[in-house]
């Protein structure tokens, strides 16, 4: 089984300073890991994923996250804050089951900017 | 370009009656889901589909359903049974092995009056 726990359900950071959401996760084999951005009334966009290869990966817009088996973490970074960032985050895994993918969501994580 | 699109983006249904989201994709991606999106709740999965003419009961199917007749196309269908109907409803593609990460269209926002 997989579940997906974001740990934090809002962050506020002010424009400039660094973004971090945090995300741990359990899975009984090796997942795929994904944060996605949500702007409201609007799809999920893909900011980056995790599927076996370098442990830190670099997505869109500057966020980075990085793969930590020891933790079963996948916290999301992104060194300076810009307003275009207020939105919603959501990390995701997505775990091999015996005939399909299956995804689970966290239940995301709101932030907002102040100038 | 391509993408997924869903229509339309707000609906409104008076309750007791049936209601058909439309979801049309042309990424040629094998795989496509539906999710429910309630505030503080993420997704939860209604109904997904690996092939045409075959489709699997995600974690809250009752009170949907669905077809996928075309690669293209699979469209939701919130039926009078499902009691809470108010919500988001996205609509996602990927290749069948879902290692790329999903495509979501703008989604369909529901509200029963």
């Known amino acids: 089984a997989q579940s997906v726990t974001q740990l934090d359900s809002h962050v506020s950071v002010s424009e400039g300073t660094p973004v971090l959401l945090r995300c741990n996760y359990s899975s009984s084999y090796s997942p795929s890991l994904f944060w996605y951005v949500q702007h409201p009334n609007k799809g999920l966009q893909l900011l980056l994923k995790?599927?076996?290869?370098?442990?830190l990966v670099k997505g869109i817009n500057g966020f980075e996250a990085e793969f930590k088996k020891s933790e079963t973490s996948f916290h999301l970074t992104k060194p300076s804050a810009h307003m275009s960032d207020a939105a919603e985050y959501f990390c995701?895994?997505?775990?091999?089951?015996?005939?399909?993918?299956?995804?689970?969501f966290g239940a995301g994580t709101t932030v907002t900017v102040r100038a | 370009d391509g993408g997924i699109t869903q229509s339309p983006k707000y609906l409104f249904r008076k309750e007791g009656q049936n209601v058909t989201l439309s979801c049309e994709q042309n990424?040629?991606?094998?795989?496509m889901y539906w999710y429910r999106q309630d505030p503080g709740q993420g997704l939860r999965l209604i109904y997904y589909?690996?092939?045409?003419?075959?489709?699997q009961k995600g974690d809250i199917a009752e009170g949907y359903s669905v077809s996928r007749e075309k690669k293209e196309s699979f469209p939701l269908t919130v039926t009078s049974a499902q009691k809470n109907p108010t919500a988001f409803y996205l609509c996602?593609?990927?290749?069948?092995?879902?290692?790329?990460?999903?495509?979501f269209g703008s989604g369909t926002r529901l509200t029963v009056v």
């Open positions: 990424l040629n991606h094998d795989a």
């Open positions: 995701v895994v997505s775990e091999r089951g015996s005939n399909d993918y299956k995804l689970s």
């Open positions: 996602a593609s990927s290749i069948s092995s879902g290692l790329g990460g999903y495509t």
């Open positions: 995790y599927t076996s290869a370098a442990t």
């Open positions: 589909s690996q092939i045409v003419n075959d489709f």
